[in-house]
């Protein structure tokens, strides 16, 4: 057999390749090539849209869903009459073609009839999201949080400021000042300006308003700028709170020595003693 | 001067829709216009008309989106659209980068650079269609629009409504690649946007048809044409060219001095060939 080998080998030198074996190994490279591409491909999808701290427009989706229904058509940048809306450009770093704000530069002035989401063709602008009873409502708009750092803030150091509780559109509810006294003089007082992140739309106004060089209250994206305690603790003596355990699950742990009720267990292992 | 004008009449009305659709667009974010608003992914026609990508919306279907009512008015729009002036027509007298490419080959051509690359053109033109599978794949396991993300085209086109950033760099690497990598590069063979509209330009209404009668010989319009093999009946039959993959950029019909290639409605060009 092994004397026949180079014969079938110089043979198959001359011989043009079958039509078929041309077409396997055509689909092989093809299929392989392809492999390769989609992997570089999607390594870099994964990196341009791990981008997390990007403020989108009033009604956006969740992020999540916001990149795949986002056609990336600039309408709604194109109906913003303050210029506030950007869309990603290469070198932005910011998942391409999508709309954002950089409140600092431009916050979301709120306009009432919200010309930005209605002209959204896909619904990655969600009307229903910024609608009560019909009625479109800026205020409930959710684009982030603002939230204040205390050590730059200069009204936590004693200075009289309320720079960004009067920019604020809803003040007295998204922002509130409290006063408190000033134990470090012992004669004056604090009037530390307080966010309430379930009533902040996160349009910025107070970001463009800060007085310090870097913005001491800034906004962040929900997801963001807040925690969860999950269901393990609710609030003591809060019927409200407390139907948050309603649908709350029970987790059970199945062990060896749990098969059987746990007086059959210890009970069962007496035996060992004798 | 009528000459000239003979020569490159198709060439000078595809340079004028290119930049007017460009202009219309920049006038809409700049200045408030309102006759052509958004881009090329979604666009908004005298504030009533909405006509969007339907290769864009193909990938948010793969990645699970919903697709709302409006996007699939635009998506109907705009295939129904190019079903009547053919497929590929978006590339040739649309799409911005066309103008790209086309500096790139008309470069190629007068620097002879196809005589210093003595290898074949070494690449498939099926390419496209690989790519455009791919973009639906990955689209559908990574949830976002694949191709929308690294899309040369809508960069370029953004960039130039929107500010282009970094866009200019890929306009030179297209230029490039298309110059000295790989002739008809971008558009003949990667462009799964291309390939998505030579699939549906298979159906289209509008076609360029050849009369071997009055054929010379010159191969004039294989020498300017950006799809080569779609003209594989030159001089041979008289035939419509019914393949996707012709753009309908109609330079084979200004160079060409003998008439042996026209327009024509692709019932009428196969009736004629058919003897009536």
Same mark, same amino acid.
């Given at each position: 057999?092994?004397?026949?080998?180079?014969?079938?080998?110089?043979?198959?030198?001359?011989?043009?390749?079958?039509?078929?074996? =041309?077409?396997?190994?055509?689909?092989?490279?093809?299929?392989?090539?392809?492999?390769?591409? +989609?992997?570089?491909?999607?390594?870099?999808?994964?990196?341009?849209?791990?981008?997390?701290?990007?403020?989108?427009?009033?009604?956006?989706?969740?992020?999540?869903?916001?990149?795949?229904?986002?056609?990336?058509?600039?309408?709604?940048?194109?109906?913003?009459?303050?210029?506030?809306?950007?869309?990603?450009?290469?070198?932005?770093?910011?998942?391409? +073609?999508?709309?954002?704000?950089?409140? =600092?530069?431009?916050?979301?002035?709120?306009?009432?009839?919200?010309?930005?989401?209605?002209?959204?063709? #896909?619904?990655?602008?969600?009307?229903?999201?910024?609608? #009560?009873?019909?009625?479109?409502?800026?205020?409930?708009?959710?684009?982030?949080?603002?939230?204040?750092?205390?050590?730059?803030?200069?009204?936590?150091?004693?200075?009289?400021?309320?720079?960004?509780? =009067?920019?604020?559109?809803?003040?007295?509810?998204?922002?509130?000042?409290?006063?408190?006294?000033?134990?470090?003089?012992?004669?004056?007082?604090?009037?530390?300006?307080?966010?309430?992140?379930?009533?902040?739309?996160?349009? +910025?106004?107070?970001?463009?308003?800060?007085?310090?060089?870097?913005?001491?209250?800034?906004?962040?994206?929900?997801?963001?700028?807040?925690?969860?305690?999950?269901?393990?603790?609710?609030?003591?003596?809060?019927?409200?709170?407390?139907?948050?355990?309603?649908?709350?699950?029970?987790?059970?742990?199945?062990?060896?020595?749990?098969?059987?009720?746990?007086?059959?267990?210890?009970?069962?292992?007496?035996?060992?003693?004798? | 001067?009528?000459?000239?004008?003979?020569?490159?009449?198709?060439? /000078?009305?595809?340079?004028?829709?290119?930049?007017?659709?460009?202009?219309?667009?920049?006038?809409?974010?700049?200045?408030?216009?309102?006759?052509?608003?958004?881009?090329?992914?979604?666009?908004?026609?005298?504030?009533?008309?909405?006509?969007?990508?339907?290769?864009?919306?193909?990938?948010?279907?793969?990645?699970?989106?919903?697709?709302?009512?409006?996007?699939?008015?635009?998506?109907?729009?705009?295939?129904? /659209?190019?079903?009547?002036?053919?497929?590929?027509?978006?590339?040739?007298?649309?799409?911005?980068?066309?103008?790209?490419?086309?500096?790139?080959?008309?470069?190629?051509?007068?620097?002879?650079?196809?005589?210093?690359?003595?290898?074949?053109?070494?690449?498939?033109?099926?390419?496209?269609?690989?790519?455009?599978?791919?973009?639906?794949?990955?689209?559908?396991?990574?949830?976002?629009?694949? /191709?929308?993300?690294?899309?040369?085209?809508?960069?370029?086109?953004?960039?130039?409504?929107?500010?282009?950033?970094?866009?200019?760099?890929?306009?030179?690497?297209?230029?490039?690649?298309?110059?000295?990598?790989?002739?008809?590069?971008?558009?003949?063979?990667?462009?799964?946007?291309?390939?998505?509209?030579?699939?549906?330009?298979? /159906?289209?209404?509008?076609?360029?048809?050849?009369?071997?009668?009055?054929?010379?010989?010159?191969?004039?319009? @294989?020498?300017?044409?950006?799809?080569?093999?779609?003209?594989?009946?030159?001089?041979? @039959?008289?035939?419509?060219?019914?393949?996707?993959?012709?753009?309908?950029?109609?330079?084979?019909?200004?160079?060409?001095?003998?008439?042996?290639?026209?327009?024509?409605?692709?019932?009428?060009?196969?009736?004629?060939?058919?003897?009536?």
């Amino acid at each position: 057999m092994s004397e026949n080998r180079p014969e079938i080998k110089k043979k198959n030198k001359k011989q043009p390749i079958s039509d078929r074996r =041309r077409f396997i190994l055509n689909m092989a490279r093809g299929a392989g090539i392809a492999t390769i591409g +989609g992997f570089m491909w999607s390594a870099y999808i994964d990196e341009v849209t791990a981008s997390e701290l990007v403020l989108r427009p009033p009604g956006a989706l969740k992020e999540d869903d916001f990149l795949k229904t986002c056609i990336k058509c600039g309408l709604c940048v194109e109906a913003c009459p303050y210029d506030t809306l950007l869309l990603a450009k290469p070198g932005d770093n910011k998942p391409l +073609g999508t709309p954002y704000f950089i409140p =600092r530069d431009v916050p979301c002035y709120m306009c009432p009839d919200i010309p930005c989401v209605p002209v959204c063709p #896909t619904g990655a602008l969600d009307e229903a999201s910024v609608t #009560t009873d019909g009625v479109l409502d800026i205020n409930i708009s959710d684009m982030g949080v603002a939230v204040v750092d205390d050590e730059s803030c200069i009204a936590f150091w004693g200075i009289q400021c309320d720079a960004c509780y =009067r920019a604020c559109p809803i003040l007295g509810t998204a922002i509130t000042i409290e006063y408190e006294k000033n134990t470090r003089t012992g004669k004056h007082a604090f009037m530390k300006p307080i966010v309430h992140a379930d009533a902040c739309t996160g349009c +910025g106004m107070c970001e463009h308003a800060c007085v310090t060089e870097k913005p001491a209250i800034f906004v962040l994206p929900r997801e963001n700028a807040t925690g969860e305690a999950g269901s393990y603790y609710i609030k003591g003596w809060d019927k409200e709170d407390e139907k948050r355990l309603e649908d709350a699950g029970e987790i059970k742990t199945v062990t060896e020595i749990s098969k059987e009720s746990a007086m059959d267990s210890l009970n069962g292992s007496l035996e060992d003693l004798y | 001067m009528q000459k000239l004008w003979d020569n490159y009449r198709y060439l /000078f009305f595809r340079r004028f829709t290119q930049i007017s659709l460009l202009v219309l667009y920049f006038g809409a974010n700049a200045w408030g216009w309102n006759v052509l608003m958004g881009n090329l992914s979604s666009s908004l026609i005298l504030g009533v008309i909405p006509m969007s990508d339907p290769y864009a919306a193909l990938q948010m279907l793969m990645a699970g989106a919903v697709l709302s009512i409006d996007l699939l008015i635009g998506v109907g729009v705009a295939t129904l /659209f190019y079903l009547l002036i053919g497929g590929r027509a978006f590339c040739s007298w649309v799409c911005p980068i066309n103008m790209i490419t086309d500096a790139a080959n008309y470069l190629r051509r007068k620097l002879e650079i196809d005589r210093v690359q003595t290898v074949k053109q070494p690449a498939s033109r099926n390419i496209r269609y690989w790519v455009l599978g791919l973009s639906l794949v990955i689209s559908f396991i990574m949830g976002v629009t694949a /191709f929308e993300f690294i899309s040369p085209i809508s960069m370029v086109h953004r960039g130039i409504i929107f500010g282009i950033g970094f866009g200019w760099a890929a306009m030179l690497i297209i230029f490039l690649f298309d110059l000295f990598v790989l002739k008809n590069g971008w558009c003949g063979h990667i462009c799964p946007l291309g390939g998505f509209y030579s699939l549906l330009g298979k /159906f289209s209404l509008i076609k360029v048809h050849h009369s071997e009668e009055n054929c010379t010989l010159c191969m004039k319009c @294989k020498d300017v044409c950006p799809e080569k093999q779609v003209l594989y009946m030159i001089g041979k @039959k008289s035939l419509p060219i019914l393949s996707g993959e012709c753009t309908n950029c109609a330079r084979c019909i200004e160079v060409c001095d003998d008439d042996a290639l026209r327009f024509s409605i692709r019932e009428l060009a196969l009736k004629r060939k058919t003897g009536e």
